[in-house]
């Protein structure tokens, strides 16, 4: 497999929990859906962790509800009886990106670009110098959409190493004349040739972005069908 195989879609609306994504899941997923305060996120992340293992299980050829998912440290999944493919899901309201792969790190990030009043502030928080002269030079115009540009390509790479925010996304400096490529990492990551970084065109008003250490350049968009849906 030397592609990057990343299936989208949008979750369905409601907050009552569908008992056949519910058996699905492992006692953790449910436990985790259990502790989110509203019914409606709780709905969403079982439909979202049960679709998953409805995708995993195409490439891993094993029921659904066998697949064994364990989680590093700081919370990134993989997969126990497989260690050579990886996964990385990530959700932004009802819109969700799951990246699939063999033999390498991969991260994935999805943000609905939603104007917010703390966008500099977010910026001198988080973006490395360059980063953040490259963003207050932009027009005005060009800032909500550059600053989700940047924030999914930044946190599909820490999400990718397994450390998350926790790394520091400052750590990590996206090369602003050429966003596929990173010009800093911290020491523990590797080299910077090492990684990939790809921006996700999905639809207006979505920011996604896939990293990878694989030396994969090539992103496959897969989107969820009926086909797949009517199998539960």
Partial sequence: MNAIDLWHGTLSPGDTIDQRHWRLLDASERQRAL????HSAQARHVELHALTRRILARYLARRASRIGIGR?????????????????????????????????????????????????????????EKEALYWQNLPEGEKLEQFYRFWTRKEAFVKATGGGIALGLKQCVINPDNPQALLHV???????????????????????????????????????????????
């Avoid at 999905?202 to 797949?228: Q, R, W």
């Fill in 35 to 38: 502790r989110l305060k509203y």
């Fill in 72 to 128: 590093e440290a700081r919370g990134k999944p993989y997969l126990i009886e497989d260690p050579e493919w990886t996964f990385n899901l990530s959700h932004s309201e009802n819109r969700f990106a799951l990246a699939i792969a063999k033999n390498c790190r991969l991260g994935v990030d999805i943000e609905l670009c939603k104007s917010r009043s703390t966008l500099a502030a977010l910026v001198k928080k988080c973006f490395a």
């Fill in 186 to 232: 911290p020491e523990n990551c590797g080299l910077t040739a090492d990684w990939r970084i790809a921006d996700i065109d999905l639809s207006e008003g979505v920011a996604c972005a896939v990293a990878n250490d694989g030396g994969i350049d090539t992103v496959k968009l897969l989107e969820i069908d009926d086909e797949l849906a009517a199998t539960f």
